[in-house]
Every structure is written in C-alpha cells, then in structure tokens.
Antibody, heavy 118, light 109 residues
C-alpha cells in the first residue's frame, strides 16, 4: 500500500532554516518524480517544487527558487526539502506527493506544519 | 506563475449537477491536456479525482467528469451527494516545466 509520511515541520524564526523529509513506501520510489506542495492556513494549494527520477532534474516555484532545495535519497526512499532564509509567508502545511503517470501529483502524504515566526 | 482562476464558491442541492470552471492561459491549460482536479474536505490531504483533463483514477465515481475548451477546464459533478461537500482545486502543467494550482472552489451541497 502506497504511503507518504512527511516529518520535520515545526516553529522556526524568520531567516532560519528547516529541512523536511518525506518517507515513501509501497512503490518503486526511484522511478517516480516527487512534488512538494504547500498550503497556508485557510488558503489554497501552492505548488513548490518537483524532482524527477533523475535527481539533477528539478523545478521550483518562483516564490521559493534560490531559497529552497529539493533532493532525494533513493537508497532510503526519502524525499527532502531544505528550506533556507525562511519568511513568515512560508508558513503552512507542506505536502509531498508522487508524480503519477497522468502528469500530476497523484498520491499525497498527510502533510507537516511549518510555522515561521517574526 | 499566476494561479489558475476558479470561482470562490458554488452551491447546489442533493441530486443536482454543478460545474466548476478553471481558467488559465496559453502557457498552461490551453497548451497541454495535463489538467487535474483535486477534492479536499477540510482538515484532510487533497485527493486526485481527475487527471489529464478527463480521466478518473480507480475508485472515483463516474459522477465526476472533466472537460476542457481552449484555456478553460471544467469539473462537473452530477447527482450531488452530501459527501461531495469540499474544496476543489484544479491544476495544470506549464510551459516552464512547473505546475500551477487554481485558487480553489468551495462546494456547498
């Protein structure tokens, strides 16, 4: 059974860093691209980044490019999001999701909450 | 990377049908058949209900259907049930190699 479990969220001051993890199971992790999507409190979904099966193939939203880095460890079936120079408006629930054959995130984790305080 | 445009809210009675629109540009919705739709009840993770404009994942009722014309995609839910009450988001692949979501639509049944 496919499962994605995010961790690493918490409260952090603006300007600091945080690293999120997403542990994958139930599918061949190395064969799939993986997304990060976030949701500010009471707001809609915002796409953040994707890393393809080739770990050098990555894309970012304009709002995080240069501050966030997505990576993967296929030996550990784990996806990461390194978030540097965090801002108050980075606050939200961060979801990891598998990139399915339909050119979209198809299976999602339950999310981890990141709160950036001023 | 402007968000796709969705109506903030729609409402309909049980048994009726409702359509939710999603308007993008020639760089996303209009250029690719890579539009997807998600259902998100409050406090839960999004669930994929439509991919590649018209396709339903296994387990999604055929009451849910998708279509597209030009830069606008649509999600239609027929035979509305109380359990369909949720937020609905569209998403599209873009010419920049990124994805973009709509602002979300609250469906009240």
């Amino acid at each position: 059974q496919l499962q994605l479990v995010e961790s690493g969220g918490g409260v952090v001051q603006a300007g600091r860093s945080l690293r999120l993890s997403c542990a994958a199971s139930g599918f061949t992790f190395s064969r799939f691209g993986m997304h990060w999507v976030r949701q500010a409190p009471g707001k809609g979904l915002e796409w953040v980044a994707i890393i393809r099966p080739d770990p050098n193939n990555k894309y970012y939203a304009d709002s995080v490019r240069g501050r966030f880095t997505v990576s993967r460890d296929n030996s550990r079936n784990t996806l990461y999001l390194q978030m540097n120079n965090l801002r108050v408006d980075d606050t939200g629930v961060y979801y990891c999701a598998r990139d399915g054959s339909g050119w979209c995130p198809d299976s999602w984790g339950q999310g981890t909450l990141v709160t950036v305080s001023s | 990377q402007s968000a796709l445009t969705q109506p903030p809210s729609v409402s309909a009675s049980p048994g009726q049908s409702v359509a939710i629109s999603c308007t993008g540009t020639n760089s996303d919705v209009g250029n690719y058949n890579r539009v997807s739709w998600y259902q998100q009840p409050p406090g839960t993770a999004p669930k994929l209900i439509i991919y590649e404009v018209t396709n339903r994942p296994s387990g999604v009722p055929d009451r849910f259907s998708g279509s597209k014309s030009g830069n606008t995609a649509s999600l239609t839910i027929s035979g509305l049930q109380a359990e369909d009450e949720a937020y609905y988001y569209c998403s599209s692949y873009t010419s920049s190699g990124t994805w973009v979501f709509g602002g979300g639509t609250k469906l009240t049944v």
